[in-house]
């Protein structure tokens, strides 16, 4: 009887724990004792919900005892997450564990490494204007962010309380920020600073829209603003009596964060081995198409912006008929990118390398576009599997989103796409230059043996013909991700070439048979994960993950 009782009991636990899930997770839930894919999604489902910090009044709780808490507790998932077999599972469910673990110990990191809530000055903005054209903002973002660029003006009545609330925030988070914000990283306060200029800026725009549709809202961005004023102002005050001090993670915690957190099989000495090879080849690349276009009209920008606009949509349609056409990948009628929105520096003007290299011709970077596309194919094609369906935390997703966006640049060069622009090929090869050259300064950075003045010095000397600005944006904002984000640097280049094994591992399968649609179609259809996983998934070849696991 007391076994028949026990019995019962059991089952009616499974049933409770299976209660939430899809039929395809119920199907794969637990027997009676047993361990299954179900019991990992009803984990990862708990996970996602321990890792939100909680709100008080609004402001996230990033305190010393609120993040000791969550250290203490972290143990506990990861042994449950141990607990569960999953040898025996088919590959993509085993991929989705090894996803899980990941993240466990991305949070892991923070608490020993990072600790973005205790060194990151730029952690705490709040209040941001631009989407993002990958799943999640690069590196470390507090949580509960104010991003204007979700919203349709003017807001309706649920959209007000929650931009009124989250505006009214900002006072109290960055009050929360000067206790939290225990150690001195010069360069990173110092980026910091920067920061806090940008989201000045961000929330004066914000104001003055603000104004127009909803003025009785303007007066709390005009708050927010002062409030971020005087935060900016505080840190240069601590910042001005500093002393240097190295601000990197250490070359034995970027391997640790390469092997177990974002699944990547190079250490940080292969990574620099890749680079300046990769470095090498670009430059010699670059001088022979210049060699063989030595006769053809130097590429010059545009006069007017309607001749911006008209070059711009044009490459526009250009590479999405490309896609369709050859095929590349199987081109959903959804997919699109947007045509010129208008802008143009002034003739004769600077402009940063981006905007110099679309001034020349626009192609390369509508093939560095890709990001849009996955965008929109997560968005419209739901991942079958729960755990792929959101994006992964700490930008576990950084060698596949931006190694793909980078290798369609010279992809699609090869595949045919560039052969009516012939000097445009050049800026591929430019291009790829930079992200090796700014990439260095990831490695270095992390290894201690550069500030961040010499990451600056190296990325310019080494992009061709000081496209790359030492006073612009684009250094500064790169390398400030890259010191808080240890190998988003680097995920350029090394993604990229992640996925050149994957092609030659996956030509060598099919032999005749193979077909760039085909490798594509799988490629996208595994998600947005590390491309050792992806790897794994399309080719059985478990070499990398056993390397990593």
């Known amino acids: 009887m007391r076994r028949q009782s026990t019995l019962g009991l059991t089952i009616i636990f499974v049933l409770m724990l299976t209660a939430g899930l899809s039929p395809l997770e119920r199907e794969q839930a637990p027997a009676a004792g047993g361990h299954s894919y179900g019991d990992l999604v009803l984990l990862f489902k708990e996970w996602r919900e321990f890792v939100k910090p909680e709100v008080v009044a609004g402001v996230p709780d990033y305190s010393p005892a609120a993040m000791k808490a969550q250290r203490e507790k972290l143990p506990s998932y990861q042994k449950r997450l141990a607990a569960i077999d999953c040898s025996r599972w088919p590959v993509a469910q085993q991929v989705d564990y090894h996803l899980v673990r990941a993240e466990m110990n991305g949070l892991d990191f923070d608490h020993r490494v990072l600790r973005p809530w205790s060194r990151l000055p730029s952690f705490y903005v709040f209040v941001t204007d631009s989407q993002p054209d990958v799943p999640l903002r690069e590196g470390p973002e507090i949580y509960g962010v104010l991003d204007i660029w979700r919203y349709k003006f003017p807001l309706g009545a649920e959209d007000r309380m929650e931009v009124s609330a989250k505006l009214r925030a900002v006072p109290a988070v960055l009050a929360q920020a000067k206790k939290n914000l225990v150690e001195e990283a010069k360069d990173l306060w110092t980026l910091g600073i920067q920061a806090m200029k940008e989201e000045s800026a961000i929330l004066g725009n914000f104001a003055k829209l603000l104004a127009k549709h909803h003025p009785e809202m303007a007066s709390e961005a005009e708050q927010a603003k002062a409030a971020v004023n005087e935060f900016r102002a505080w840190l240069e005050n601590k910042t001005g009596r500093m002393k240097a001090v190295p601000c990197g993670v250490g070359i034995e915690n970027f391997d640790w964060y390469m092997r177990n957190v974002h699944l990547v099989p190079y250490t940080w000495k292969d990574q620099l081995t890749i680079l300046d090879r990769e470095w090498e080849r670009s430059m010699a690349a670059l001088k022979l198409e210049e060699h063989r276009n030595r006769l053809l009209p130097q590429l010059k920008p545009p006069a007017t912006e309607e001749e911006m606009r008209r070059r711009t949509n044009e490459a526009v349609d250009e590479f999405m008929k490309f896609l369709r056409e050859e095929p590349v990948f199987t081109v959903p009628d ?216």
């Open 334 to 549: 959804y997919l699109h990118l947007d045509y010129f929105r208008g802008g143009l520096a002034p003739p004769g003007g600077r402009r940063d390398f981006f905007a110099r290299i679309e001034s020349l011709d626009p192609m390369p970077l509508k093939c560095h576009s890709m990001h849009w596309l996955d965008k929109q194919m997560m968005s419209q094609e739901p991942h079958a599997s729960p755990i792929r369906r959101v994006p992964l935390l700490y930008n576990i997703w950084d060698s596949r989103a931006e190694g793909l966006a980078t290798g369609m640049e010279e992809m699609m060069m090869q595949a045919g796409l560039f052969d009516a622009r012939p000097r445009a090929k050049e800026l591929v090869y430019i291009m790829v230059a930079m992200r090796c050259a700014r990439a260095m300064g990831d490695l270095m950075m992390h290894s201690n043996e550069w500030d961040l003045e010499q990451a600056v010095k190296v990325g310019v000397n080494r992009t061709p013909y000081g496209w790359l600005l030492p006073d612009g944006e684009t250094i500064w904002t790169d390398l400030r991700i890259y010191l808080q984000q240890p190998g988003y640097g680097t995920s350029y280049v090394v993604g990229k070439v992640q996925i050149d094994k994957l092609m030659a591992d996956r030509a060598v399968q099919m032999g005749g048979g193979f077909m760039l649609q085909k490798f594509m179609d799988e490629f996208l259809g595994c998600g947005m994960i590390p491309v050792s996983l992806i790897r794994w998934e399309m080719t059985g070849l478990d070499d990398e993950i056993r390397k990593l696991w």
